[in-house]
């Protein structure tokens, strides 16, 4: 028999993952800080509850998907988080993208409340949070992982258990450098294009299908040559992985340069109040640079 589930948290990301719970079939009971955000799964069969604690305490295994590590922090300490309703022998599954030192921290509370700990981190987008296709990196014990997969199974594709707790966020930081890295050569590759004449679309189909193909720019490609900015993940969140990037660099002694020249100009792009755009805004930078724009709005 599955187990009662609890998801926190239904931005962009949870809100498609903890749907894809429900329509799998199983009893889920969600929670979201803008109360409003939970109504179209609670549509689908899940139940509201009125705080985390109370998600924990109607749960076994308890789903995180908010936004930064002072967030994970929120939902699951104090009064009204997670730990002060966990049972014994319940688990938690933080799919946010967090510090890995303050993961194992977490994790070490969590063993103290007589629970356990799963980092599961995600990639795919939006859309593959809507579609059910994400890679999720896990770290935690492989036993942990075992009991959980059916329902990581709802929710994405690619499971992947990389190692003890934090590991699975640590993945993901290097998930991050391939993404900022690919998002910053698609922008300059599209601004060229357009320089140069190319009809947009055509340039695209032909990239796309060869050995310089990226998920980028397939999919964040189509909307920067239509001008559409509206987030699958935002400047902000985006530019939040880069300074978690960027610590676990310099605490390792590893230089990232072109990851460092990513952050600066997303940081521009916040000081002229574009943070909530779609991380494919990034091109905005460039454009400023430049004095042109790519692609042109649709009519
Ligand atoms: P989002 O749409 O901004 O949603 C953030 C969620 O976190 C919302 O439910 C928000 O609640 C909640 N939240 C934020 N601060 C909170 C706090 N202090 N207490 C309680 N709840 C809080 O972001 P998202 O795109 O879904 O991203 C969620 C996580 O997935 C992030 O760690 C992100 O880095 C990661 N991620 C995102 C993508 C992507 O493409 N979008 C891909 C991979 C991983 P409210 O509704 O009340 O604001």
Redesign the pocket.
Known sequence: MSEKLGF????????GMAANLVRAGFDVTVW???AS?MAPVTDLGASAAGS?REVAERSTVVLI????T??VV??TEGPDGILAGLSPGSLVVD????SPSETRRLAGMAEEAGGSWLDG??????E??ELGT?SIMVGGEASDLERVRPYLDAMGKTITHVGPVGSGQMV?LVNQVLVVVNMQAACEALLLADAGGLDLETALSALTGGAANSWMLANRGPQMIVRDWR????ID??Q??IRLVLEAGDELGVPLPTTGLVFQLYRSLQHRGLGSEG?HALVKALEHMMGAEVGEAPE
Not at 95 to 98: A, E, N
Not at 231 to 234: K, S, V
């Open positions: 926190i948290g239904l931005g962009i990301m949870g809100g979201n800080r803008t955000k985390p998907c908010v936004a930064d002072p967030d929120a939902v799919h946010s993208t967090i981190p995600v990639s795919g987008g939006s593959g949070a994400l993901k987030p699958g993940f935002t969140l985006q939040k992985d991380q």
